[in-house]
């Protein structure tokens, strides 16, 4: 997996890796990730990867994280 871009944001690690001829889009919160692929064949450039990080795409990912914690919490 090869770091292609990382993209500045306040709360998030936010990196973009080529791998087996996908974007991952990776998004870090403390120990929790969420990553998203897609083919590089389908069109989609870096620029568009950026593009695609609304503040609504954001925010669900806050909810997803906070999901994540819950569930994690559980298991202790």
Excluded: W
């Excluded at 990867?49 to 819950?70: G, K, Q, V, W």
């Amino acid at each position: 997996m090869r770091l292609i871009k990382e993209i500045p944001h306040t709360r998030y690690l936010i990196q973009v890796h080529e791998y087996n001829s996908k974007y991952l889009l990776k998004i870090t919160l403390d120990s929790y990730e969420q990553i998203f692929k897609f083919d590089i064949d389908s069109g989609l450039q870096l620029d568009d990867l950026h593009d695609l990080l609304s503040e609504d795409f954001l925010a669900n990912c806050l909810t997803r994280f906070i999901s994540m914690r819950a569930d994690s919490l559980k298991l202790i």
